[in-house]
């Protein structure tokens, strides 16, 4: 039993679930409070951030096949059993084998077919619930540090500036805004890790560099932040168009995210809540 109130004792307020984010101005300081999203308090559920992450990637994978007659494209013969021979298929009137999968130039035993279904199915509360989950991890900076993340001694995440910063179109102000919070370092660290891929497939196909995934900056609307698209690393994105993968690149959890004050309260009416 819970323990009575003393008599002439002020009444407790009452405890809110929602987590509070420090809202930082494009000076760099703190001046207020915001109420996050009840999605925000979510536990953090790794297992469904991976699962959602996965799947979201099969939808995108493109079928493939062989050509059907591919190595099937020989005059050939059987000589028939009691030979003493083996009974490959072979070139007509030679004693060289064809077509048979065992043969040089011959047909594949198992090939790729185009019928073949990728896409991985993922029930829609699950799917939600791990959305809230890679939400609430970006409150985690044991997680972002895990990722690779510099980030400032005693930093407080995620990181909620004030609606100007959507206004940012240069890179050179988006630069000095990462530098007074203190985030220059995360912005080096994809510049350093950005290296050539080997030659392969995915350098023949055009994708010669690879960049690590960077601070993530979620607005309200498209078109705005252009001034952090060129920055190395960073990323942005509209708050109706986050997704699981966005906030968890690779399935892994915590990445660096910092919110524009109108794409948190954007965030609120997508998940269908109502501000405190």
């Known amino acids: 039993m819970s323990a009575e109130t003393p008599p002439g004792a002020p009444p407790a307020e009452p405890t809110s679930p929602h987590h509070r984010a420090h809202v930082v101005s494009l000076e760099g300081k703190a001046h207020g409070t915001l109420a996050l999203p ?34 099937m494209q020989h005059s050939v013969e059987w000589s028939g059993k ?44 699950e799917r939600r619930l791990a959305f809230a989950s890679a939400l609430a991890a970006t409150r985690e ?38 530098e007074r919070l203190k985030l220059e370092g995360d912005v080096e660290r994809a510049q350093e890790g950005t290296h050539l891929r080997a030659s392969g497939r995915a350098r023949r196909r055009g994708r010669v560099r690879r960049t690590p995934r960077g601070l993530l900056l979620v607005t ?6 252009l001034g952090f698209r060129n920055l190395a690393g960073v990323e942005v994105v509209p708050a109706s168009r986050l997704a699981t993968e966005d906030l968890a690149p690779g399935g892994v959890a915590g990445r660096l995210t910092m ?13 269908g809540e109502v501000a405190p």
Not at 259 to 271: G, I
Request: aromatic fraction near 2%.
């Open 141 to 178: 900076a044991k997680l972002a540090a895990a990722r690779g993340h510099r980030l400032p001694h005693g930093v407080s995440l995620p990181i909620v500036v004030d609606d100007p910063v959507e206004e940012i179109r240069t890179a050179r102000d988006a630069r000095g805004l990462l």
């Open 38 to 71: 009840l999605a925000f308090s979510t536990p953090v559920r790794p297992d469904l951030i991976h699962r959602a992450v996965v799947a979201a990637q099969t939808h995108r994978r493109q079928p493939y096949g062989t050509n059907p007659i591919a190595g």
């Open 82 to 125: 009691g030979r003493g021979v083996a009974r490959t298929p072979r070139l007509m009137e030679s004693m060289r084998g064809a077509q048979a999968p065992n043969t040089v130039g011959g047909r594949q035993s198992h090939p790729p077919r185009v019928g073949r279904l990728w896409s991985k199915k993922i029930n829609r509360k």
């Open 259 to 271: 919110f524009s004050r109108a794409a948190v309260e954007l965030l609120r009416n997508r998940l």
């Open 220 to 225: 309200s609307a498209p078109g705005r932040g």
